[in-house]
């Protein structure tokens, strides 16, 4: 089975859990298992082979577990040092050994990406403004949503590349609200803009401008309001 393009990958609606169902139970974990151990190599390939069976061994998995359960799993290898939120998969290299701790692992990185997308979800859910949300409102709800999923993506364990999972988020909030693909590709550019760099965790102040351009982008309006009945929403926020 072919790898999903990047392209493809763009719009939120290609990995939300809410649109992709995933029947996960004890029998279908046993199944997966063995169709993994079966895959990987009796001998590995080690430096002096380049690793080429443990890569093989990951491109075969990555096929069965997106022809199985759909495309959205792209990202079960999406792992921290390549600056995604997967920490227990780390390429096929490192990940692939014996039969039994290989299934182990994928079994792992599978349920803890699809964990990533369902808390991802839920995120956007709670940040999105509302639908009858003045400009100036809208303004004030995009700020604090664009801060909050910055600082997501930085925490999510990310090692070198946490920047390029910071764009992807915030575009895939934006699809999640309704907006045009390419439409947020720009706004995530004119707010972010080579900004971030990777290796080098942004300061509080620079999330913060960042979260200003992005809202100003996209409503032409100032976000900060200091209403008090948002102090509530504010403090929930916070603590996630």
Same mark, same amino acid.
């Not at 139970?25 to 199944?31: M, T």
């Not at 600056?83 to 792992?108: I, Q």
């Given at each position: 089975?072919?790898?999903?393009?990047?392209?493809?990958?763009?719009?939120?609606?290609?990995?939300?859990?809410?649109?992709?169902?995933?029947?996960?139970?004890?029998?279908?974990?046993?199944?997966? $298992?063995?169709? !993994? +151990?079966?895959?990987?190599?009796? @001998?590995? %390939? &080690?430096?002096?082979?380049? /690793?080429? =069976?443990?890569?093989?061994?990951?491109?075969?998995?990555?096929?069965?577990?997106?022809?199985?359960?759909?495309?959205?799993?792209?990202?079960?290898?999406?792992?921290?040092?390549?600056?995604?939120?997967?920490?227990?998969?780390?390429?096929?290299?490192?990940?692939?050994?014996?039969?039994?701790?290989?299934?182990?692992?994928?079994?792992?990185?599978?349920?803890?990406?699809?964990?990533?997308?369902?808390?991802?979800?839920?995120?956007?859910?709670?940040?999105?403004?509302?639908?009858?949300?003045?400009?100036?409102?809208?303004?004030?709800?995009?700020? $604090?949503?664009? !801060? +909050?999923?910055?600082?997501?993506? @930085?925490? %999510? &364990?990310?090692?070198?590349? /946490?920047? =390029?999972?910071?764009?992807?988020?915030?575009?895939?909030?934006?699809?999640?609200?309704?907006?045009?693909?390419?439409?947020?590709?720009?706004?995530?550019?004119?707010?972010?803009?080579?900004?971030?760099?990777?290796?080098?965790?942004?300061?509080?102040?620079?999330?913060?401008?960042?979260?200003?351009?992005?809202?100003?982008?996209?409503?032409?309006?100032?976000?900060?309001?200091?209403?008090?009945?948002?102090?509530?929403?504010?403090?929930?926020?916070?603590?996630?």
């Amino acid at each position: 089975m072919p790898r999903m393009p990047y392209e493809a990958m763009r719009h939120w609606d290609a990995c939300d859990p809410d649109r992709h169902p995933f029947v996960w139970d004890e029998d279908e974990e046993a199944r997966l $298992r063995s169709l !993994v +151990r079966a895959w990987v190599p009796p @001998v590995p %390939s &080690g430096m002096a082979g380049w /690793w080429e =069976g443990e890569r093989w061994c990951e491109r075969q998995v990555d096929a069965i577990i997106r022809e199985r359960y759909g495309a959205w799993t792209w990202g079960w290898t999406w792992c921290h040092s390549s600056g995604g939120p997967v920490g227990t998969w780390a390429g096929g290299p490192s990940s692939v050994t014996t039969p039994d701790e290989t299934a182990e692992r994928v079994v792992a990185a599978l349920l803890e990406w699809r964990t990533w997308l369902e808390r991802t979800a839920r995120r956007f859910a709670e940040l999105a403004p509302p639908a009858d949300a003045s400009p100036e409102d809208r303004s004030w709800h995009l700020e $604090r949503a664009c !801060v +909050r999923l910055v600082t997501y993506a @930085v925490d %999510s &364990g990310a090692d070198n590349a /946490w920047c =390029g999972q910071t764009s992807r988020v915030l575009n895939w909030f934006l699809t999640s609200t309704g907006m045009d693909r390419a439409e947020a590709e720009r706004a995530v550019e004119r707010a972010i803009g080579g900004r971030f760099r990777s290796w080098v965790p942004p300061r509080r102040t620079l999330i913060d401008s960042v979260g200003e351009d992005f809202a100003v982008g996209l409503t032409g309006r100032d976000p900060y309001r200091g209403h008090r009945e948002r102090e509530a929403l504010e403090e929930l926020h916070d603590r996630r």
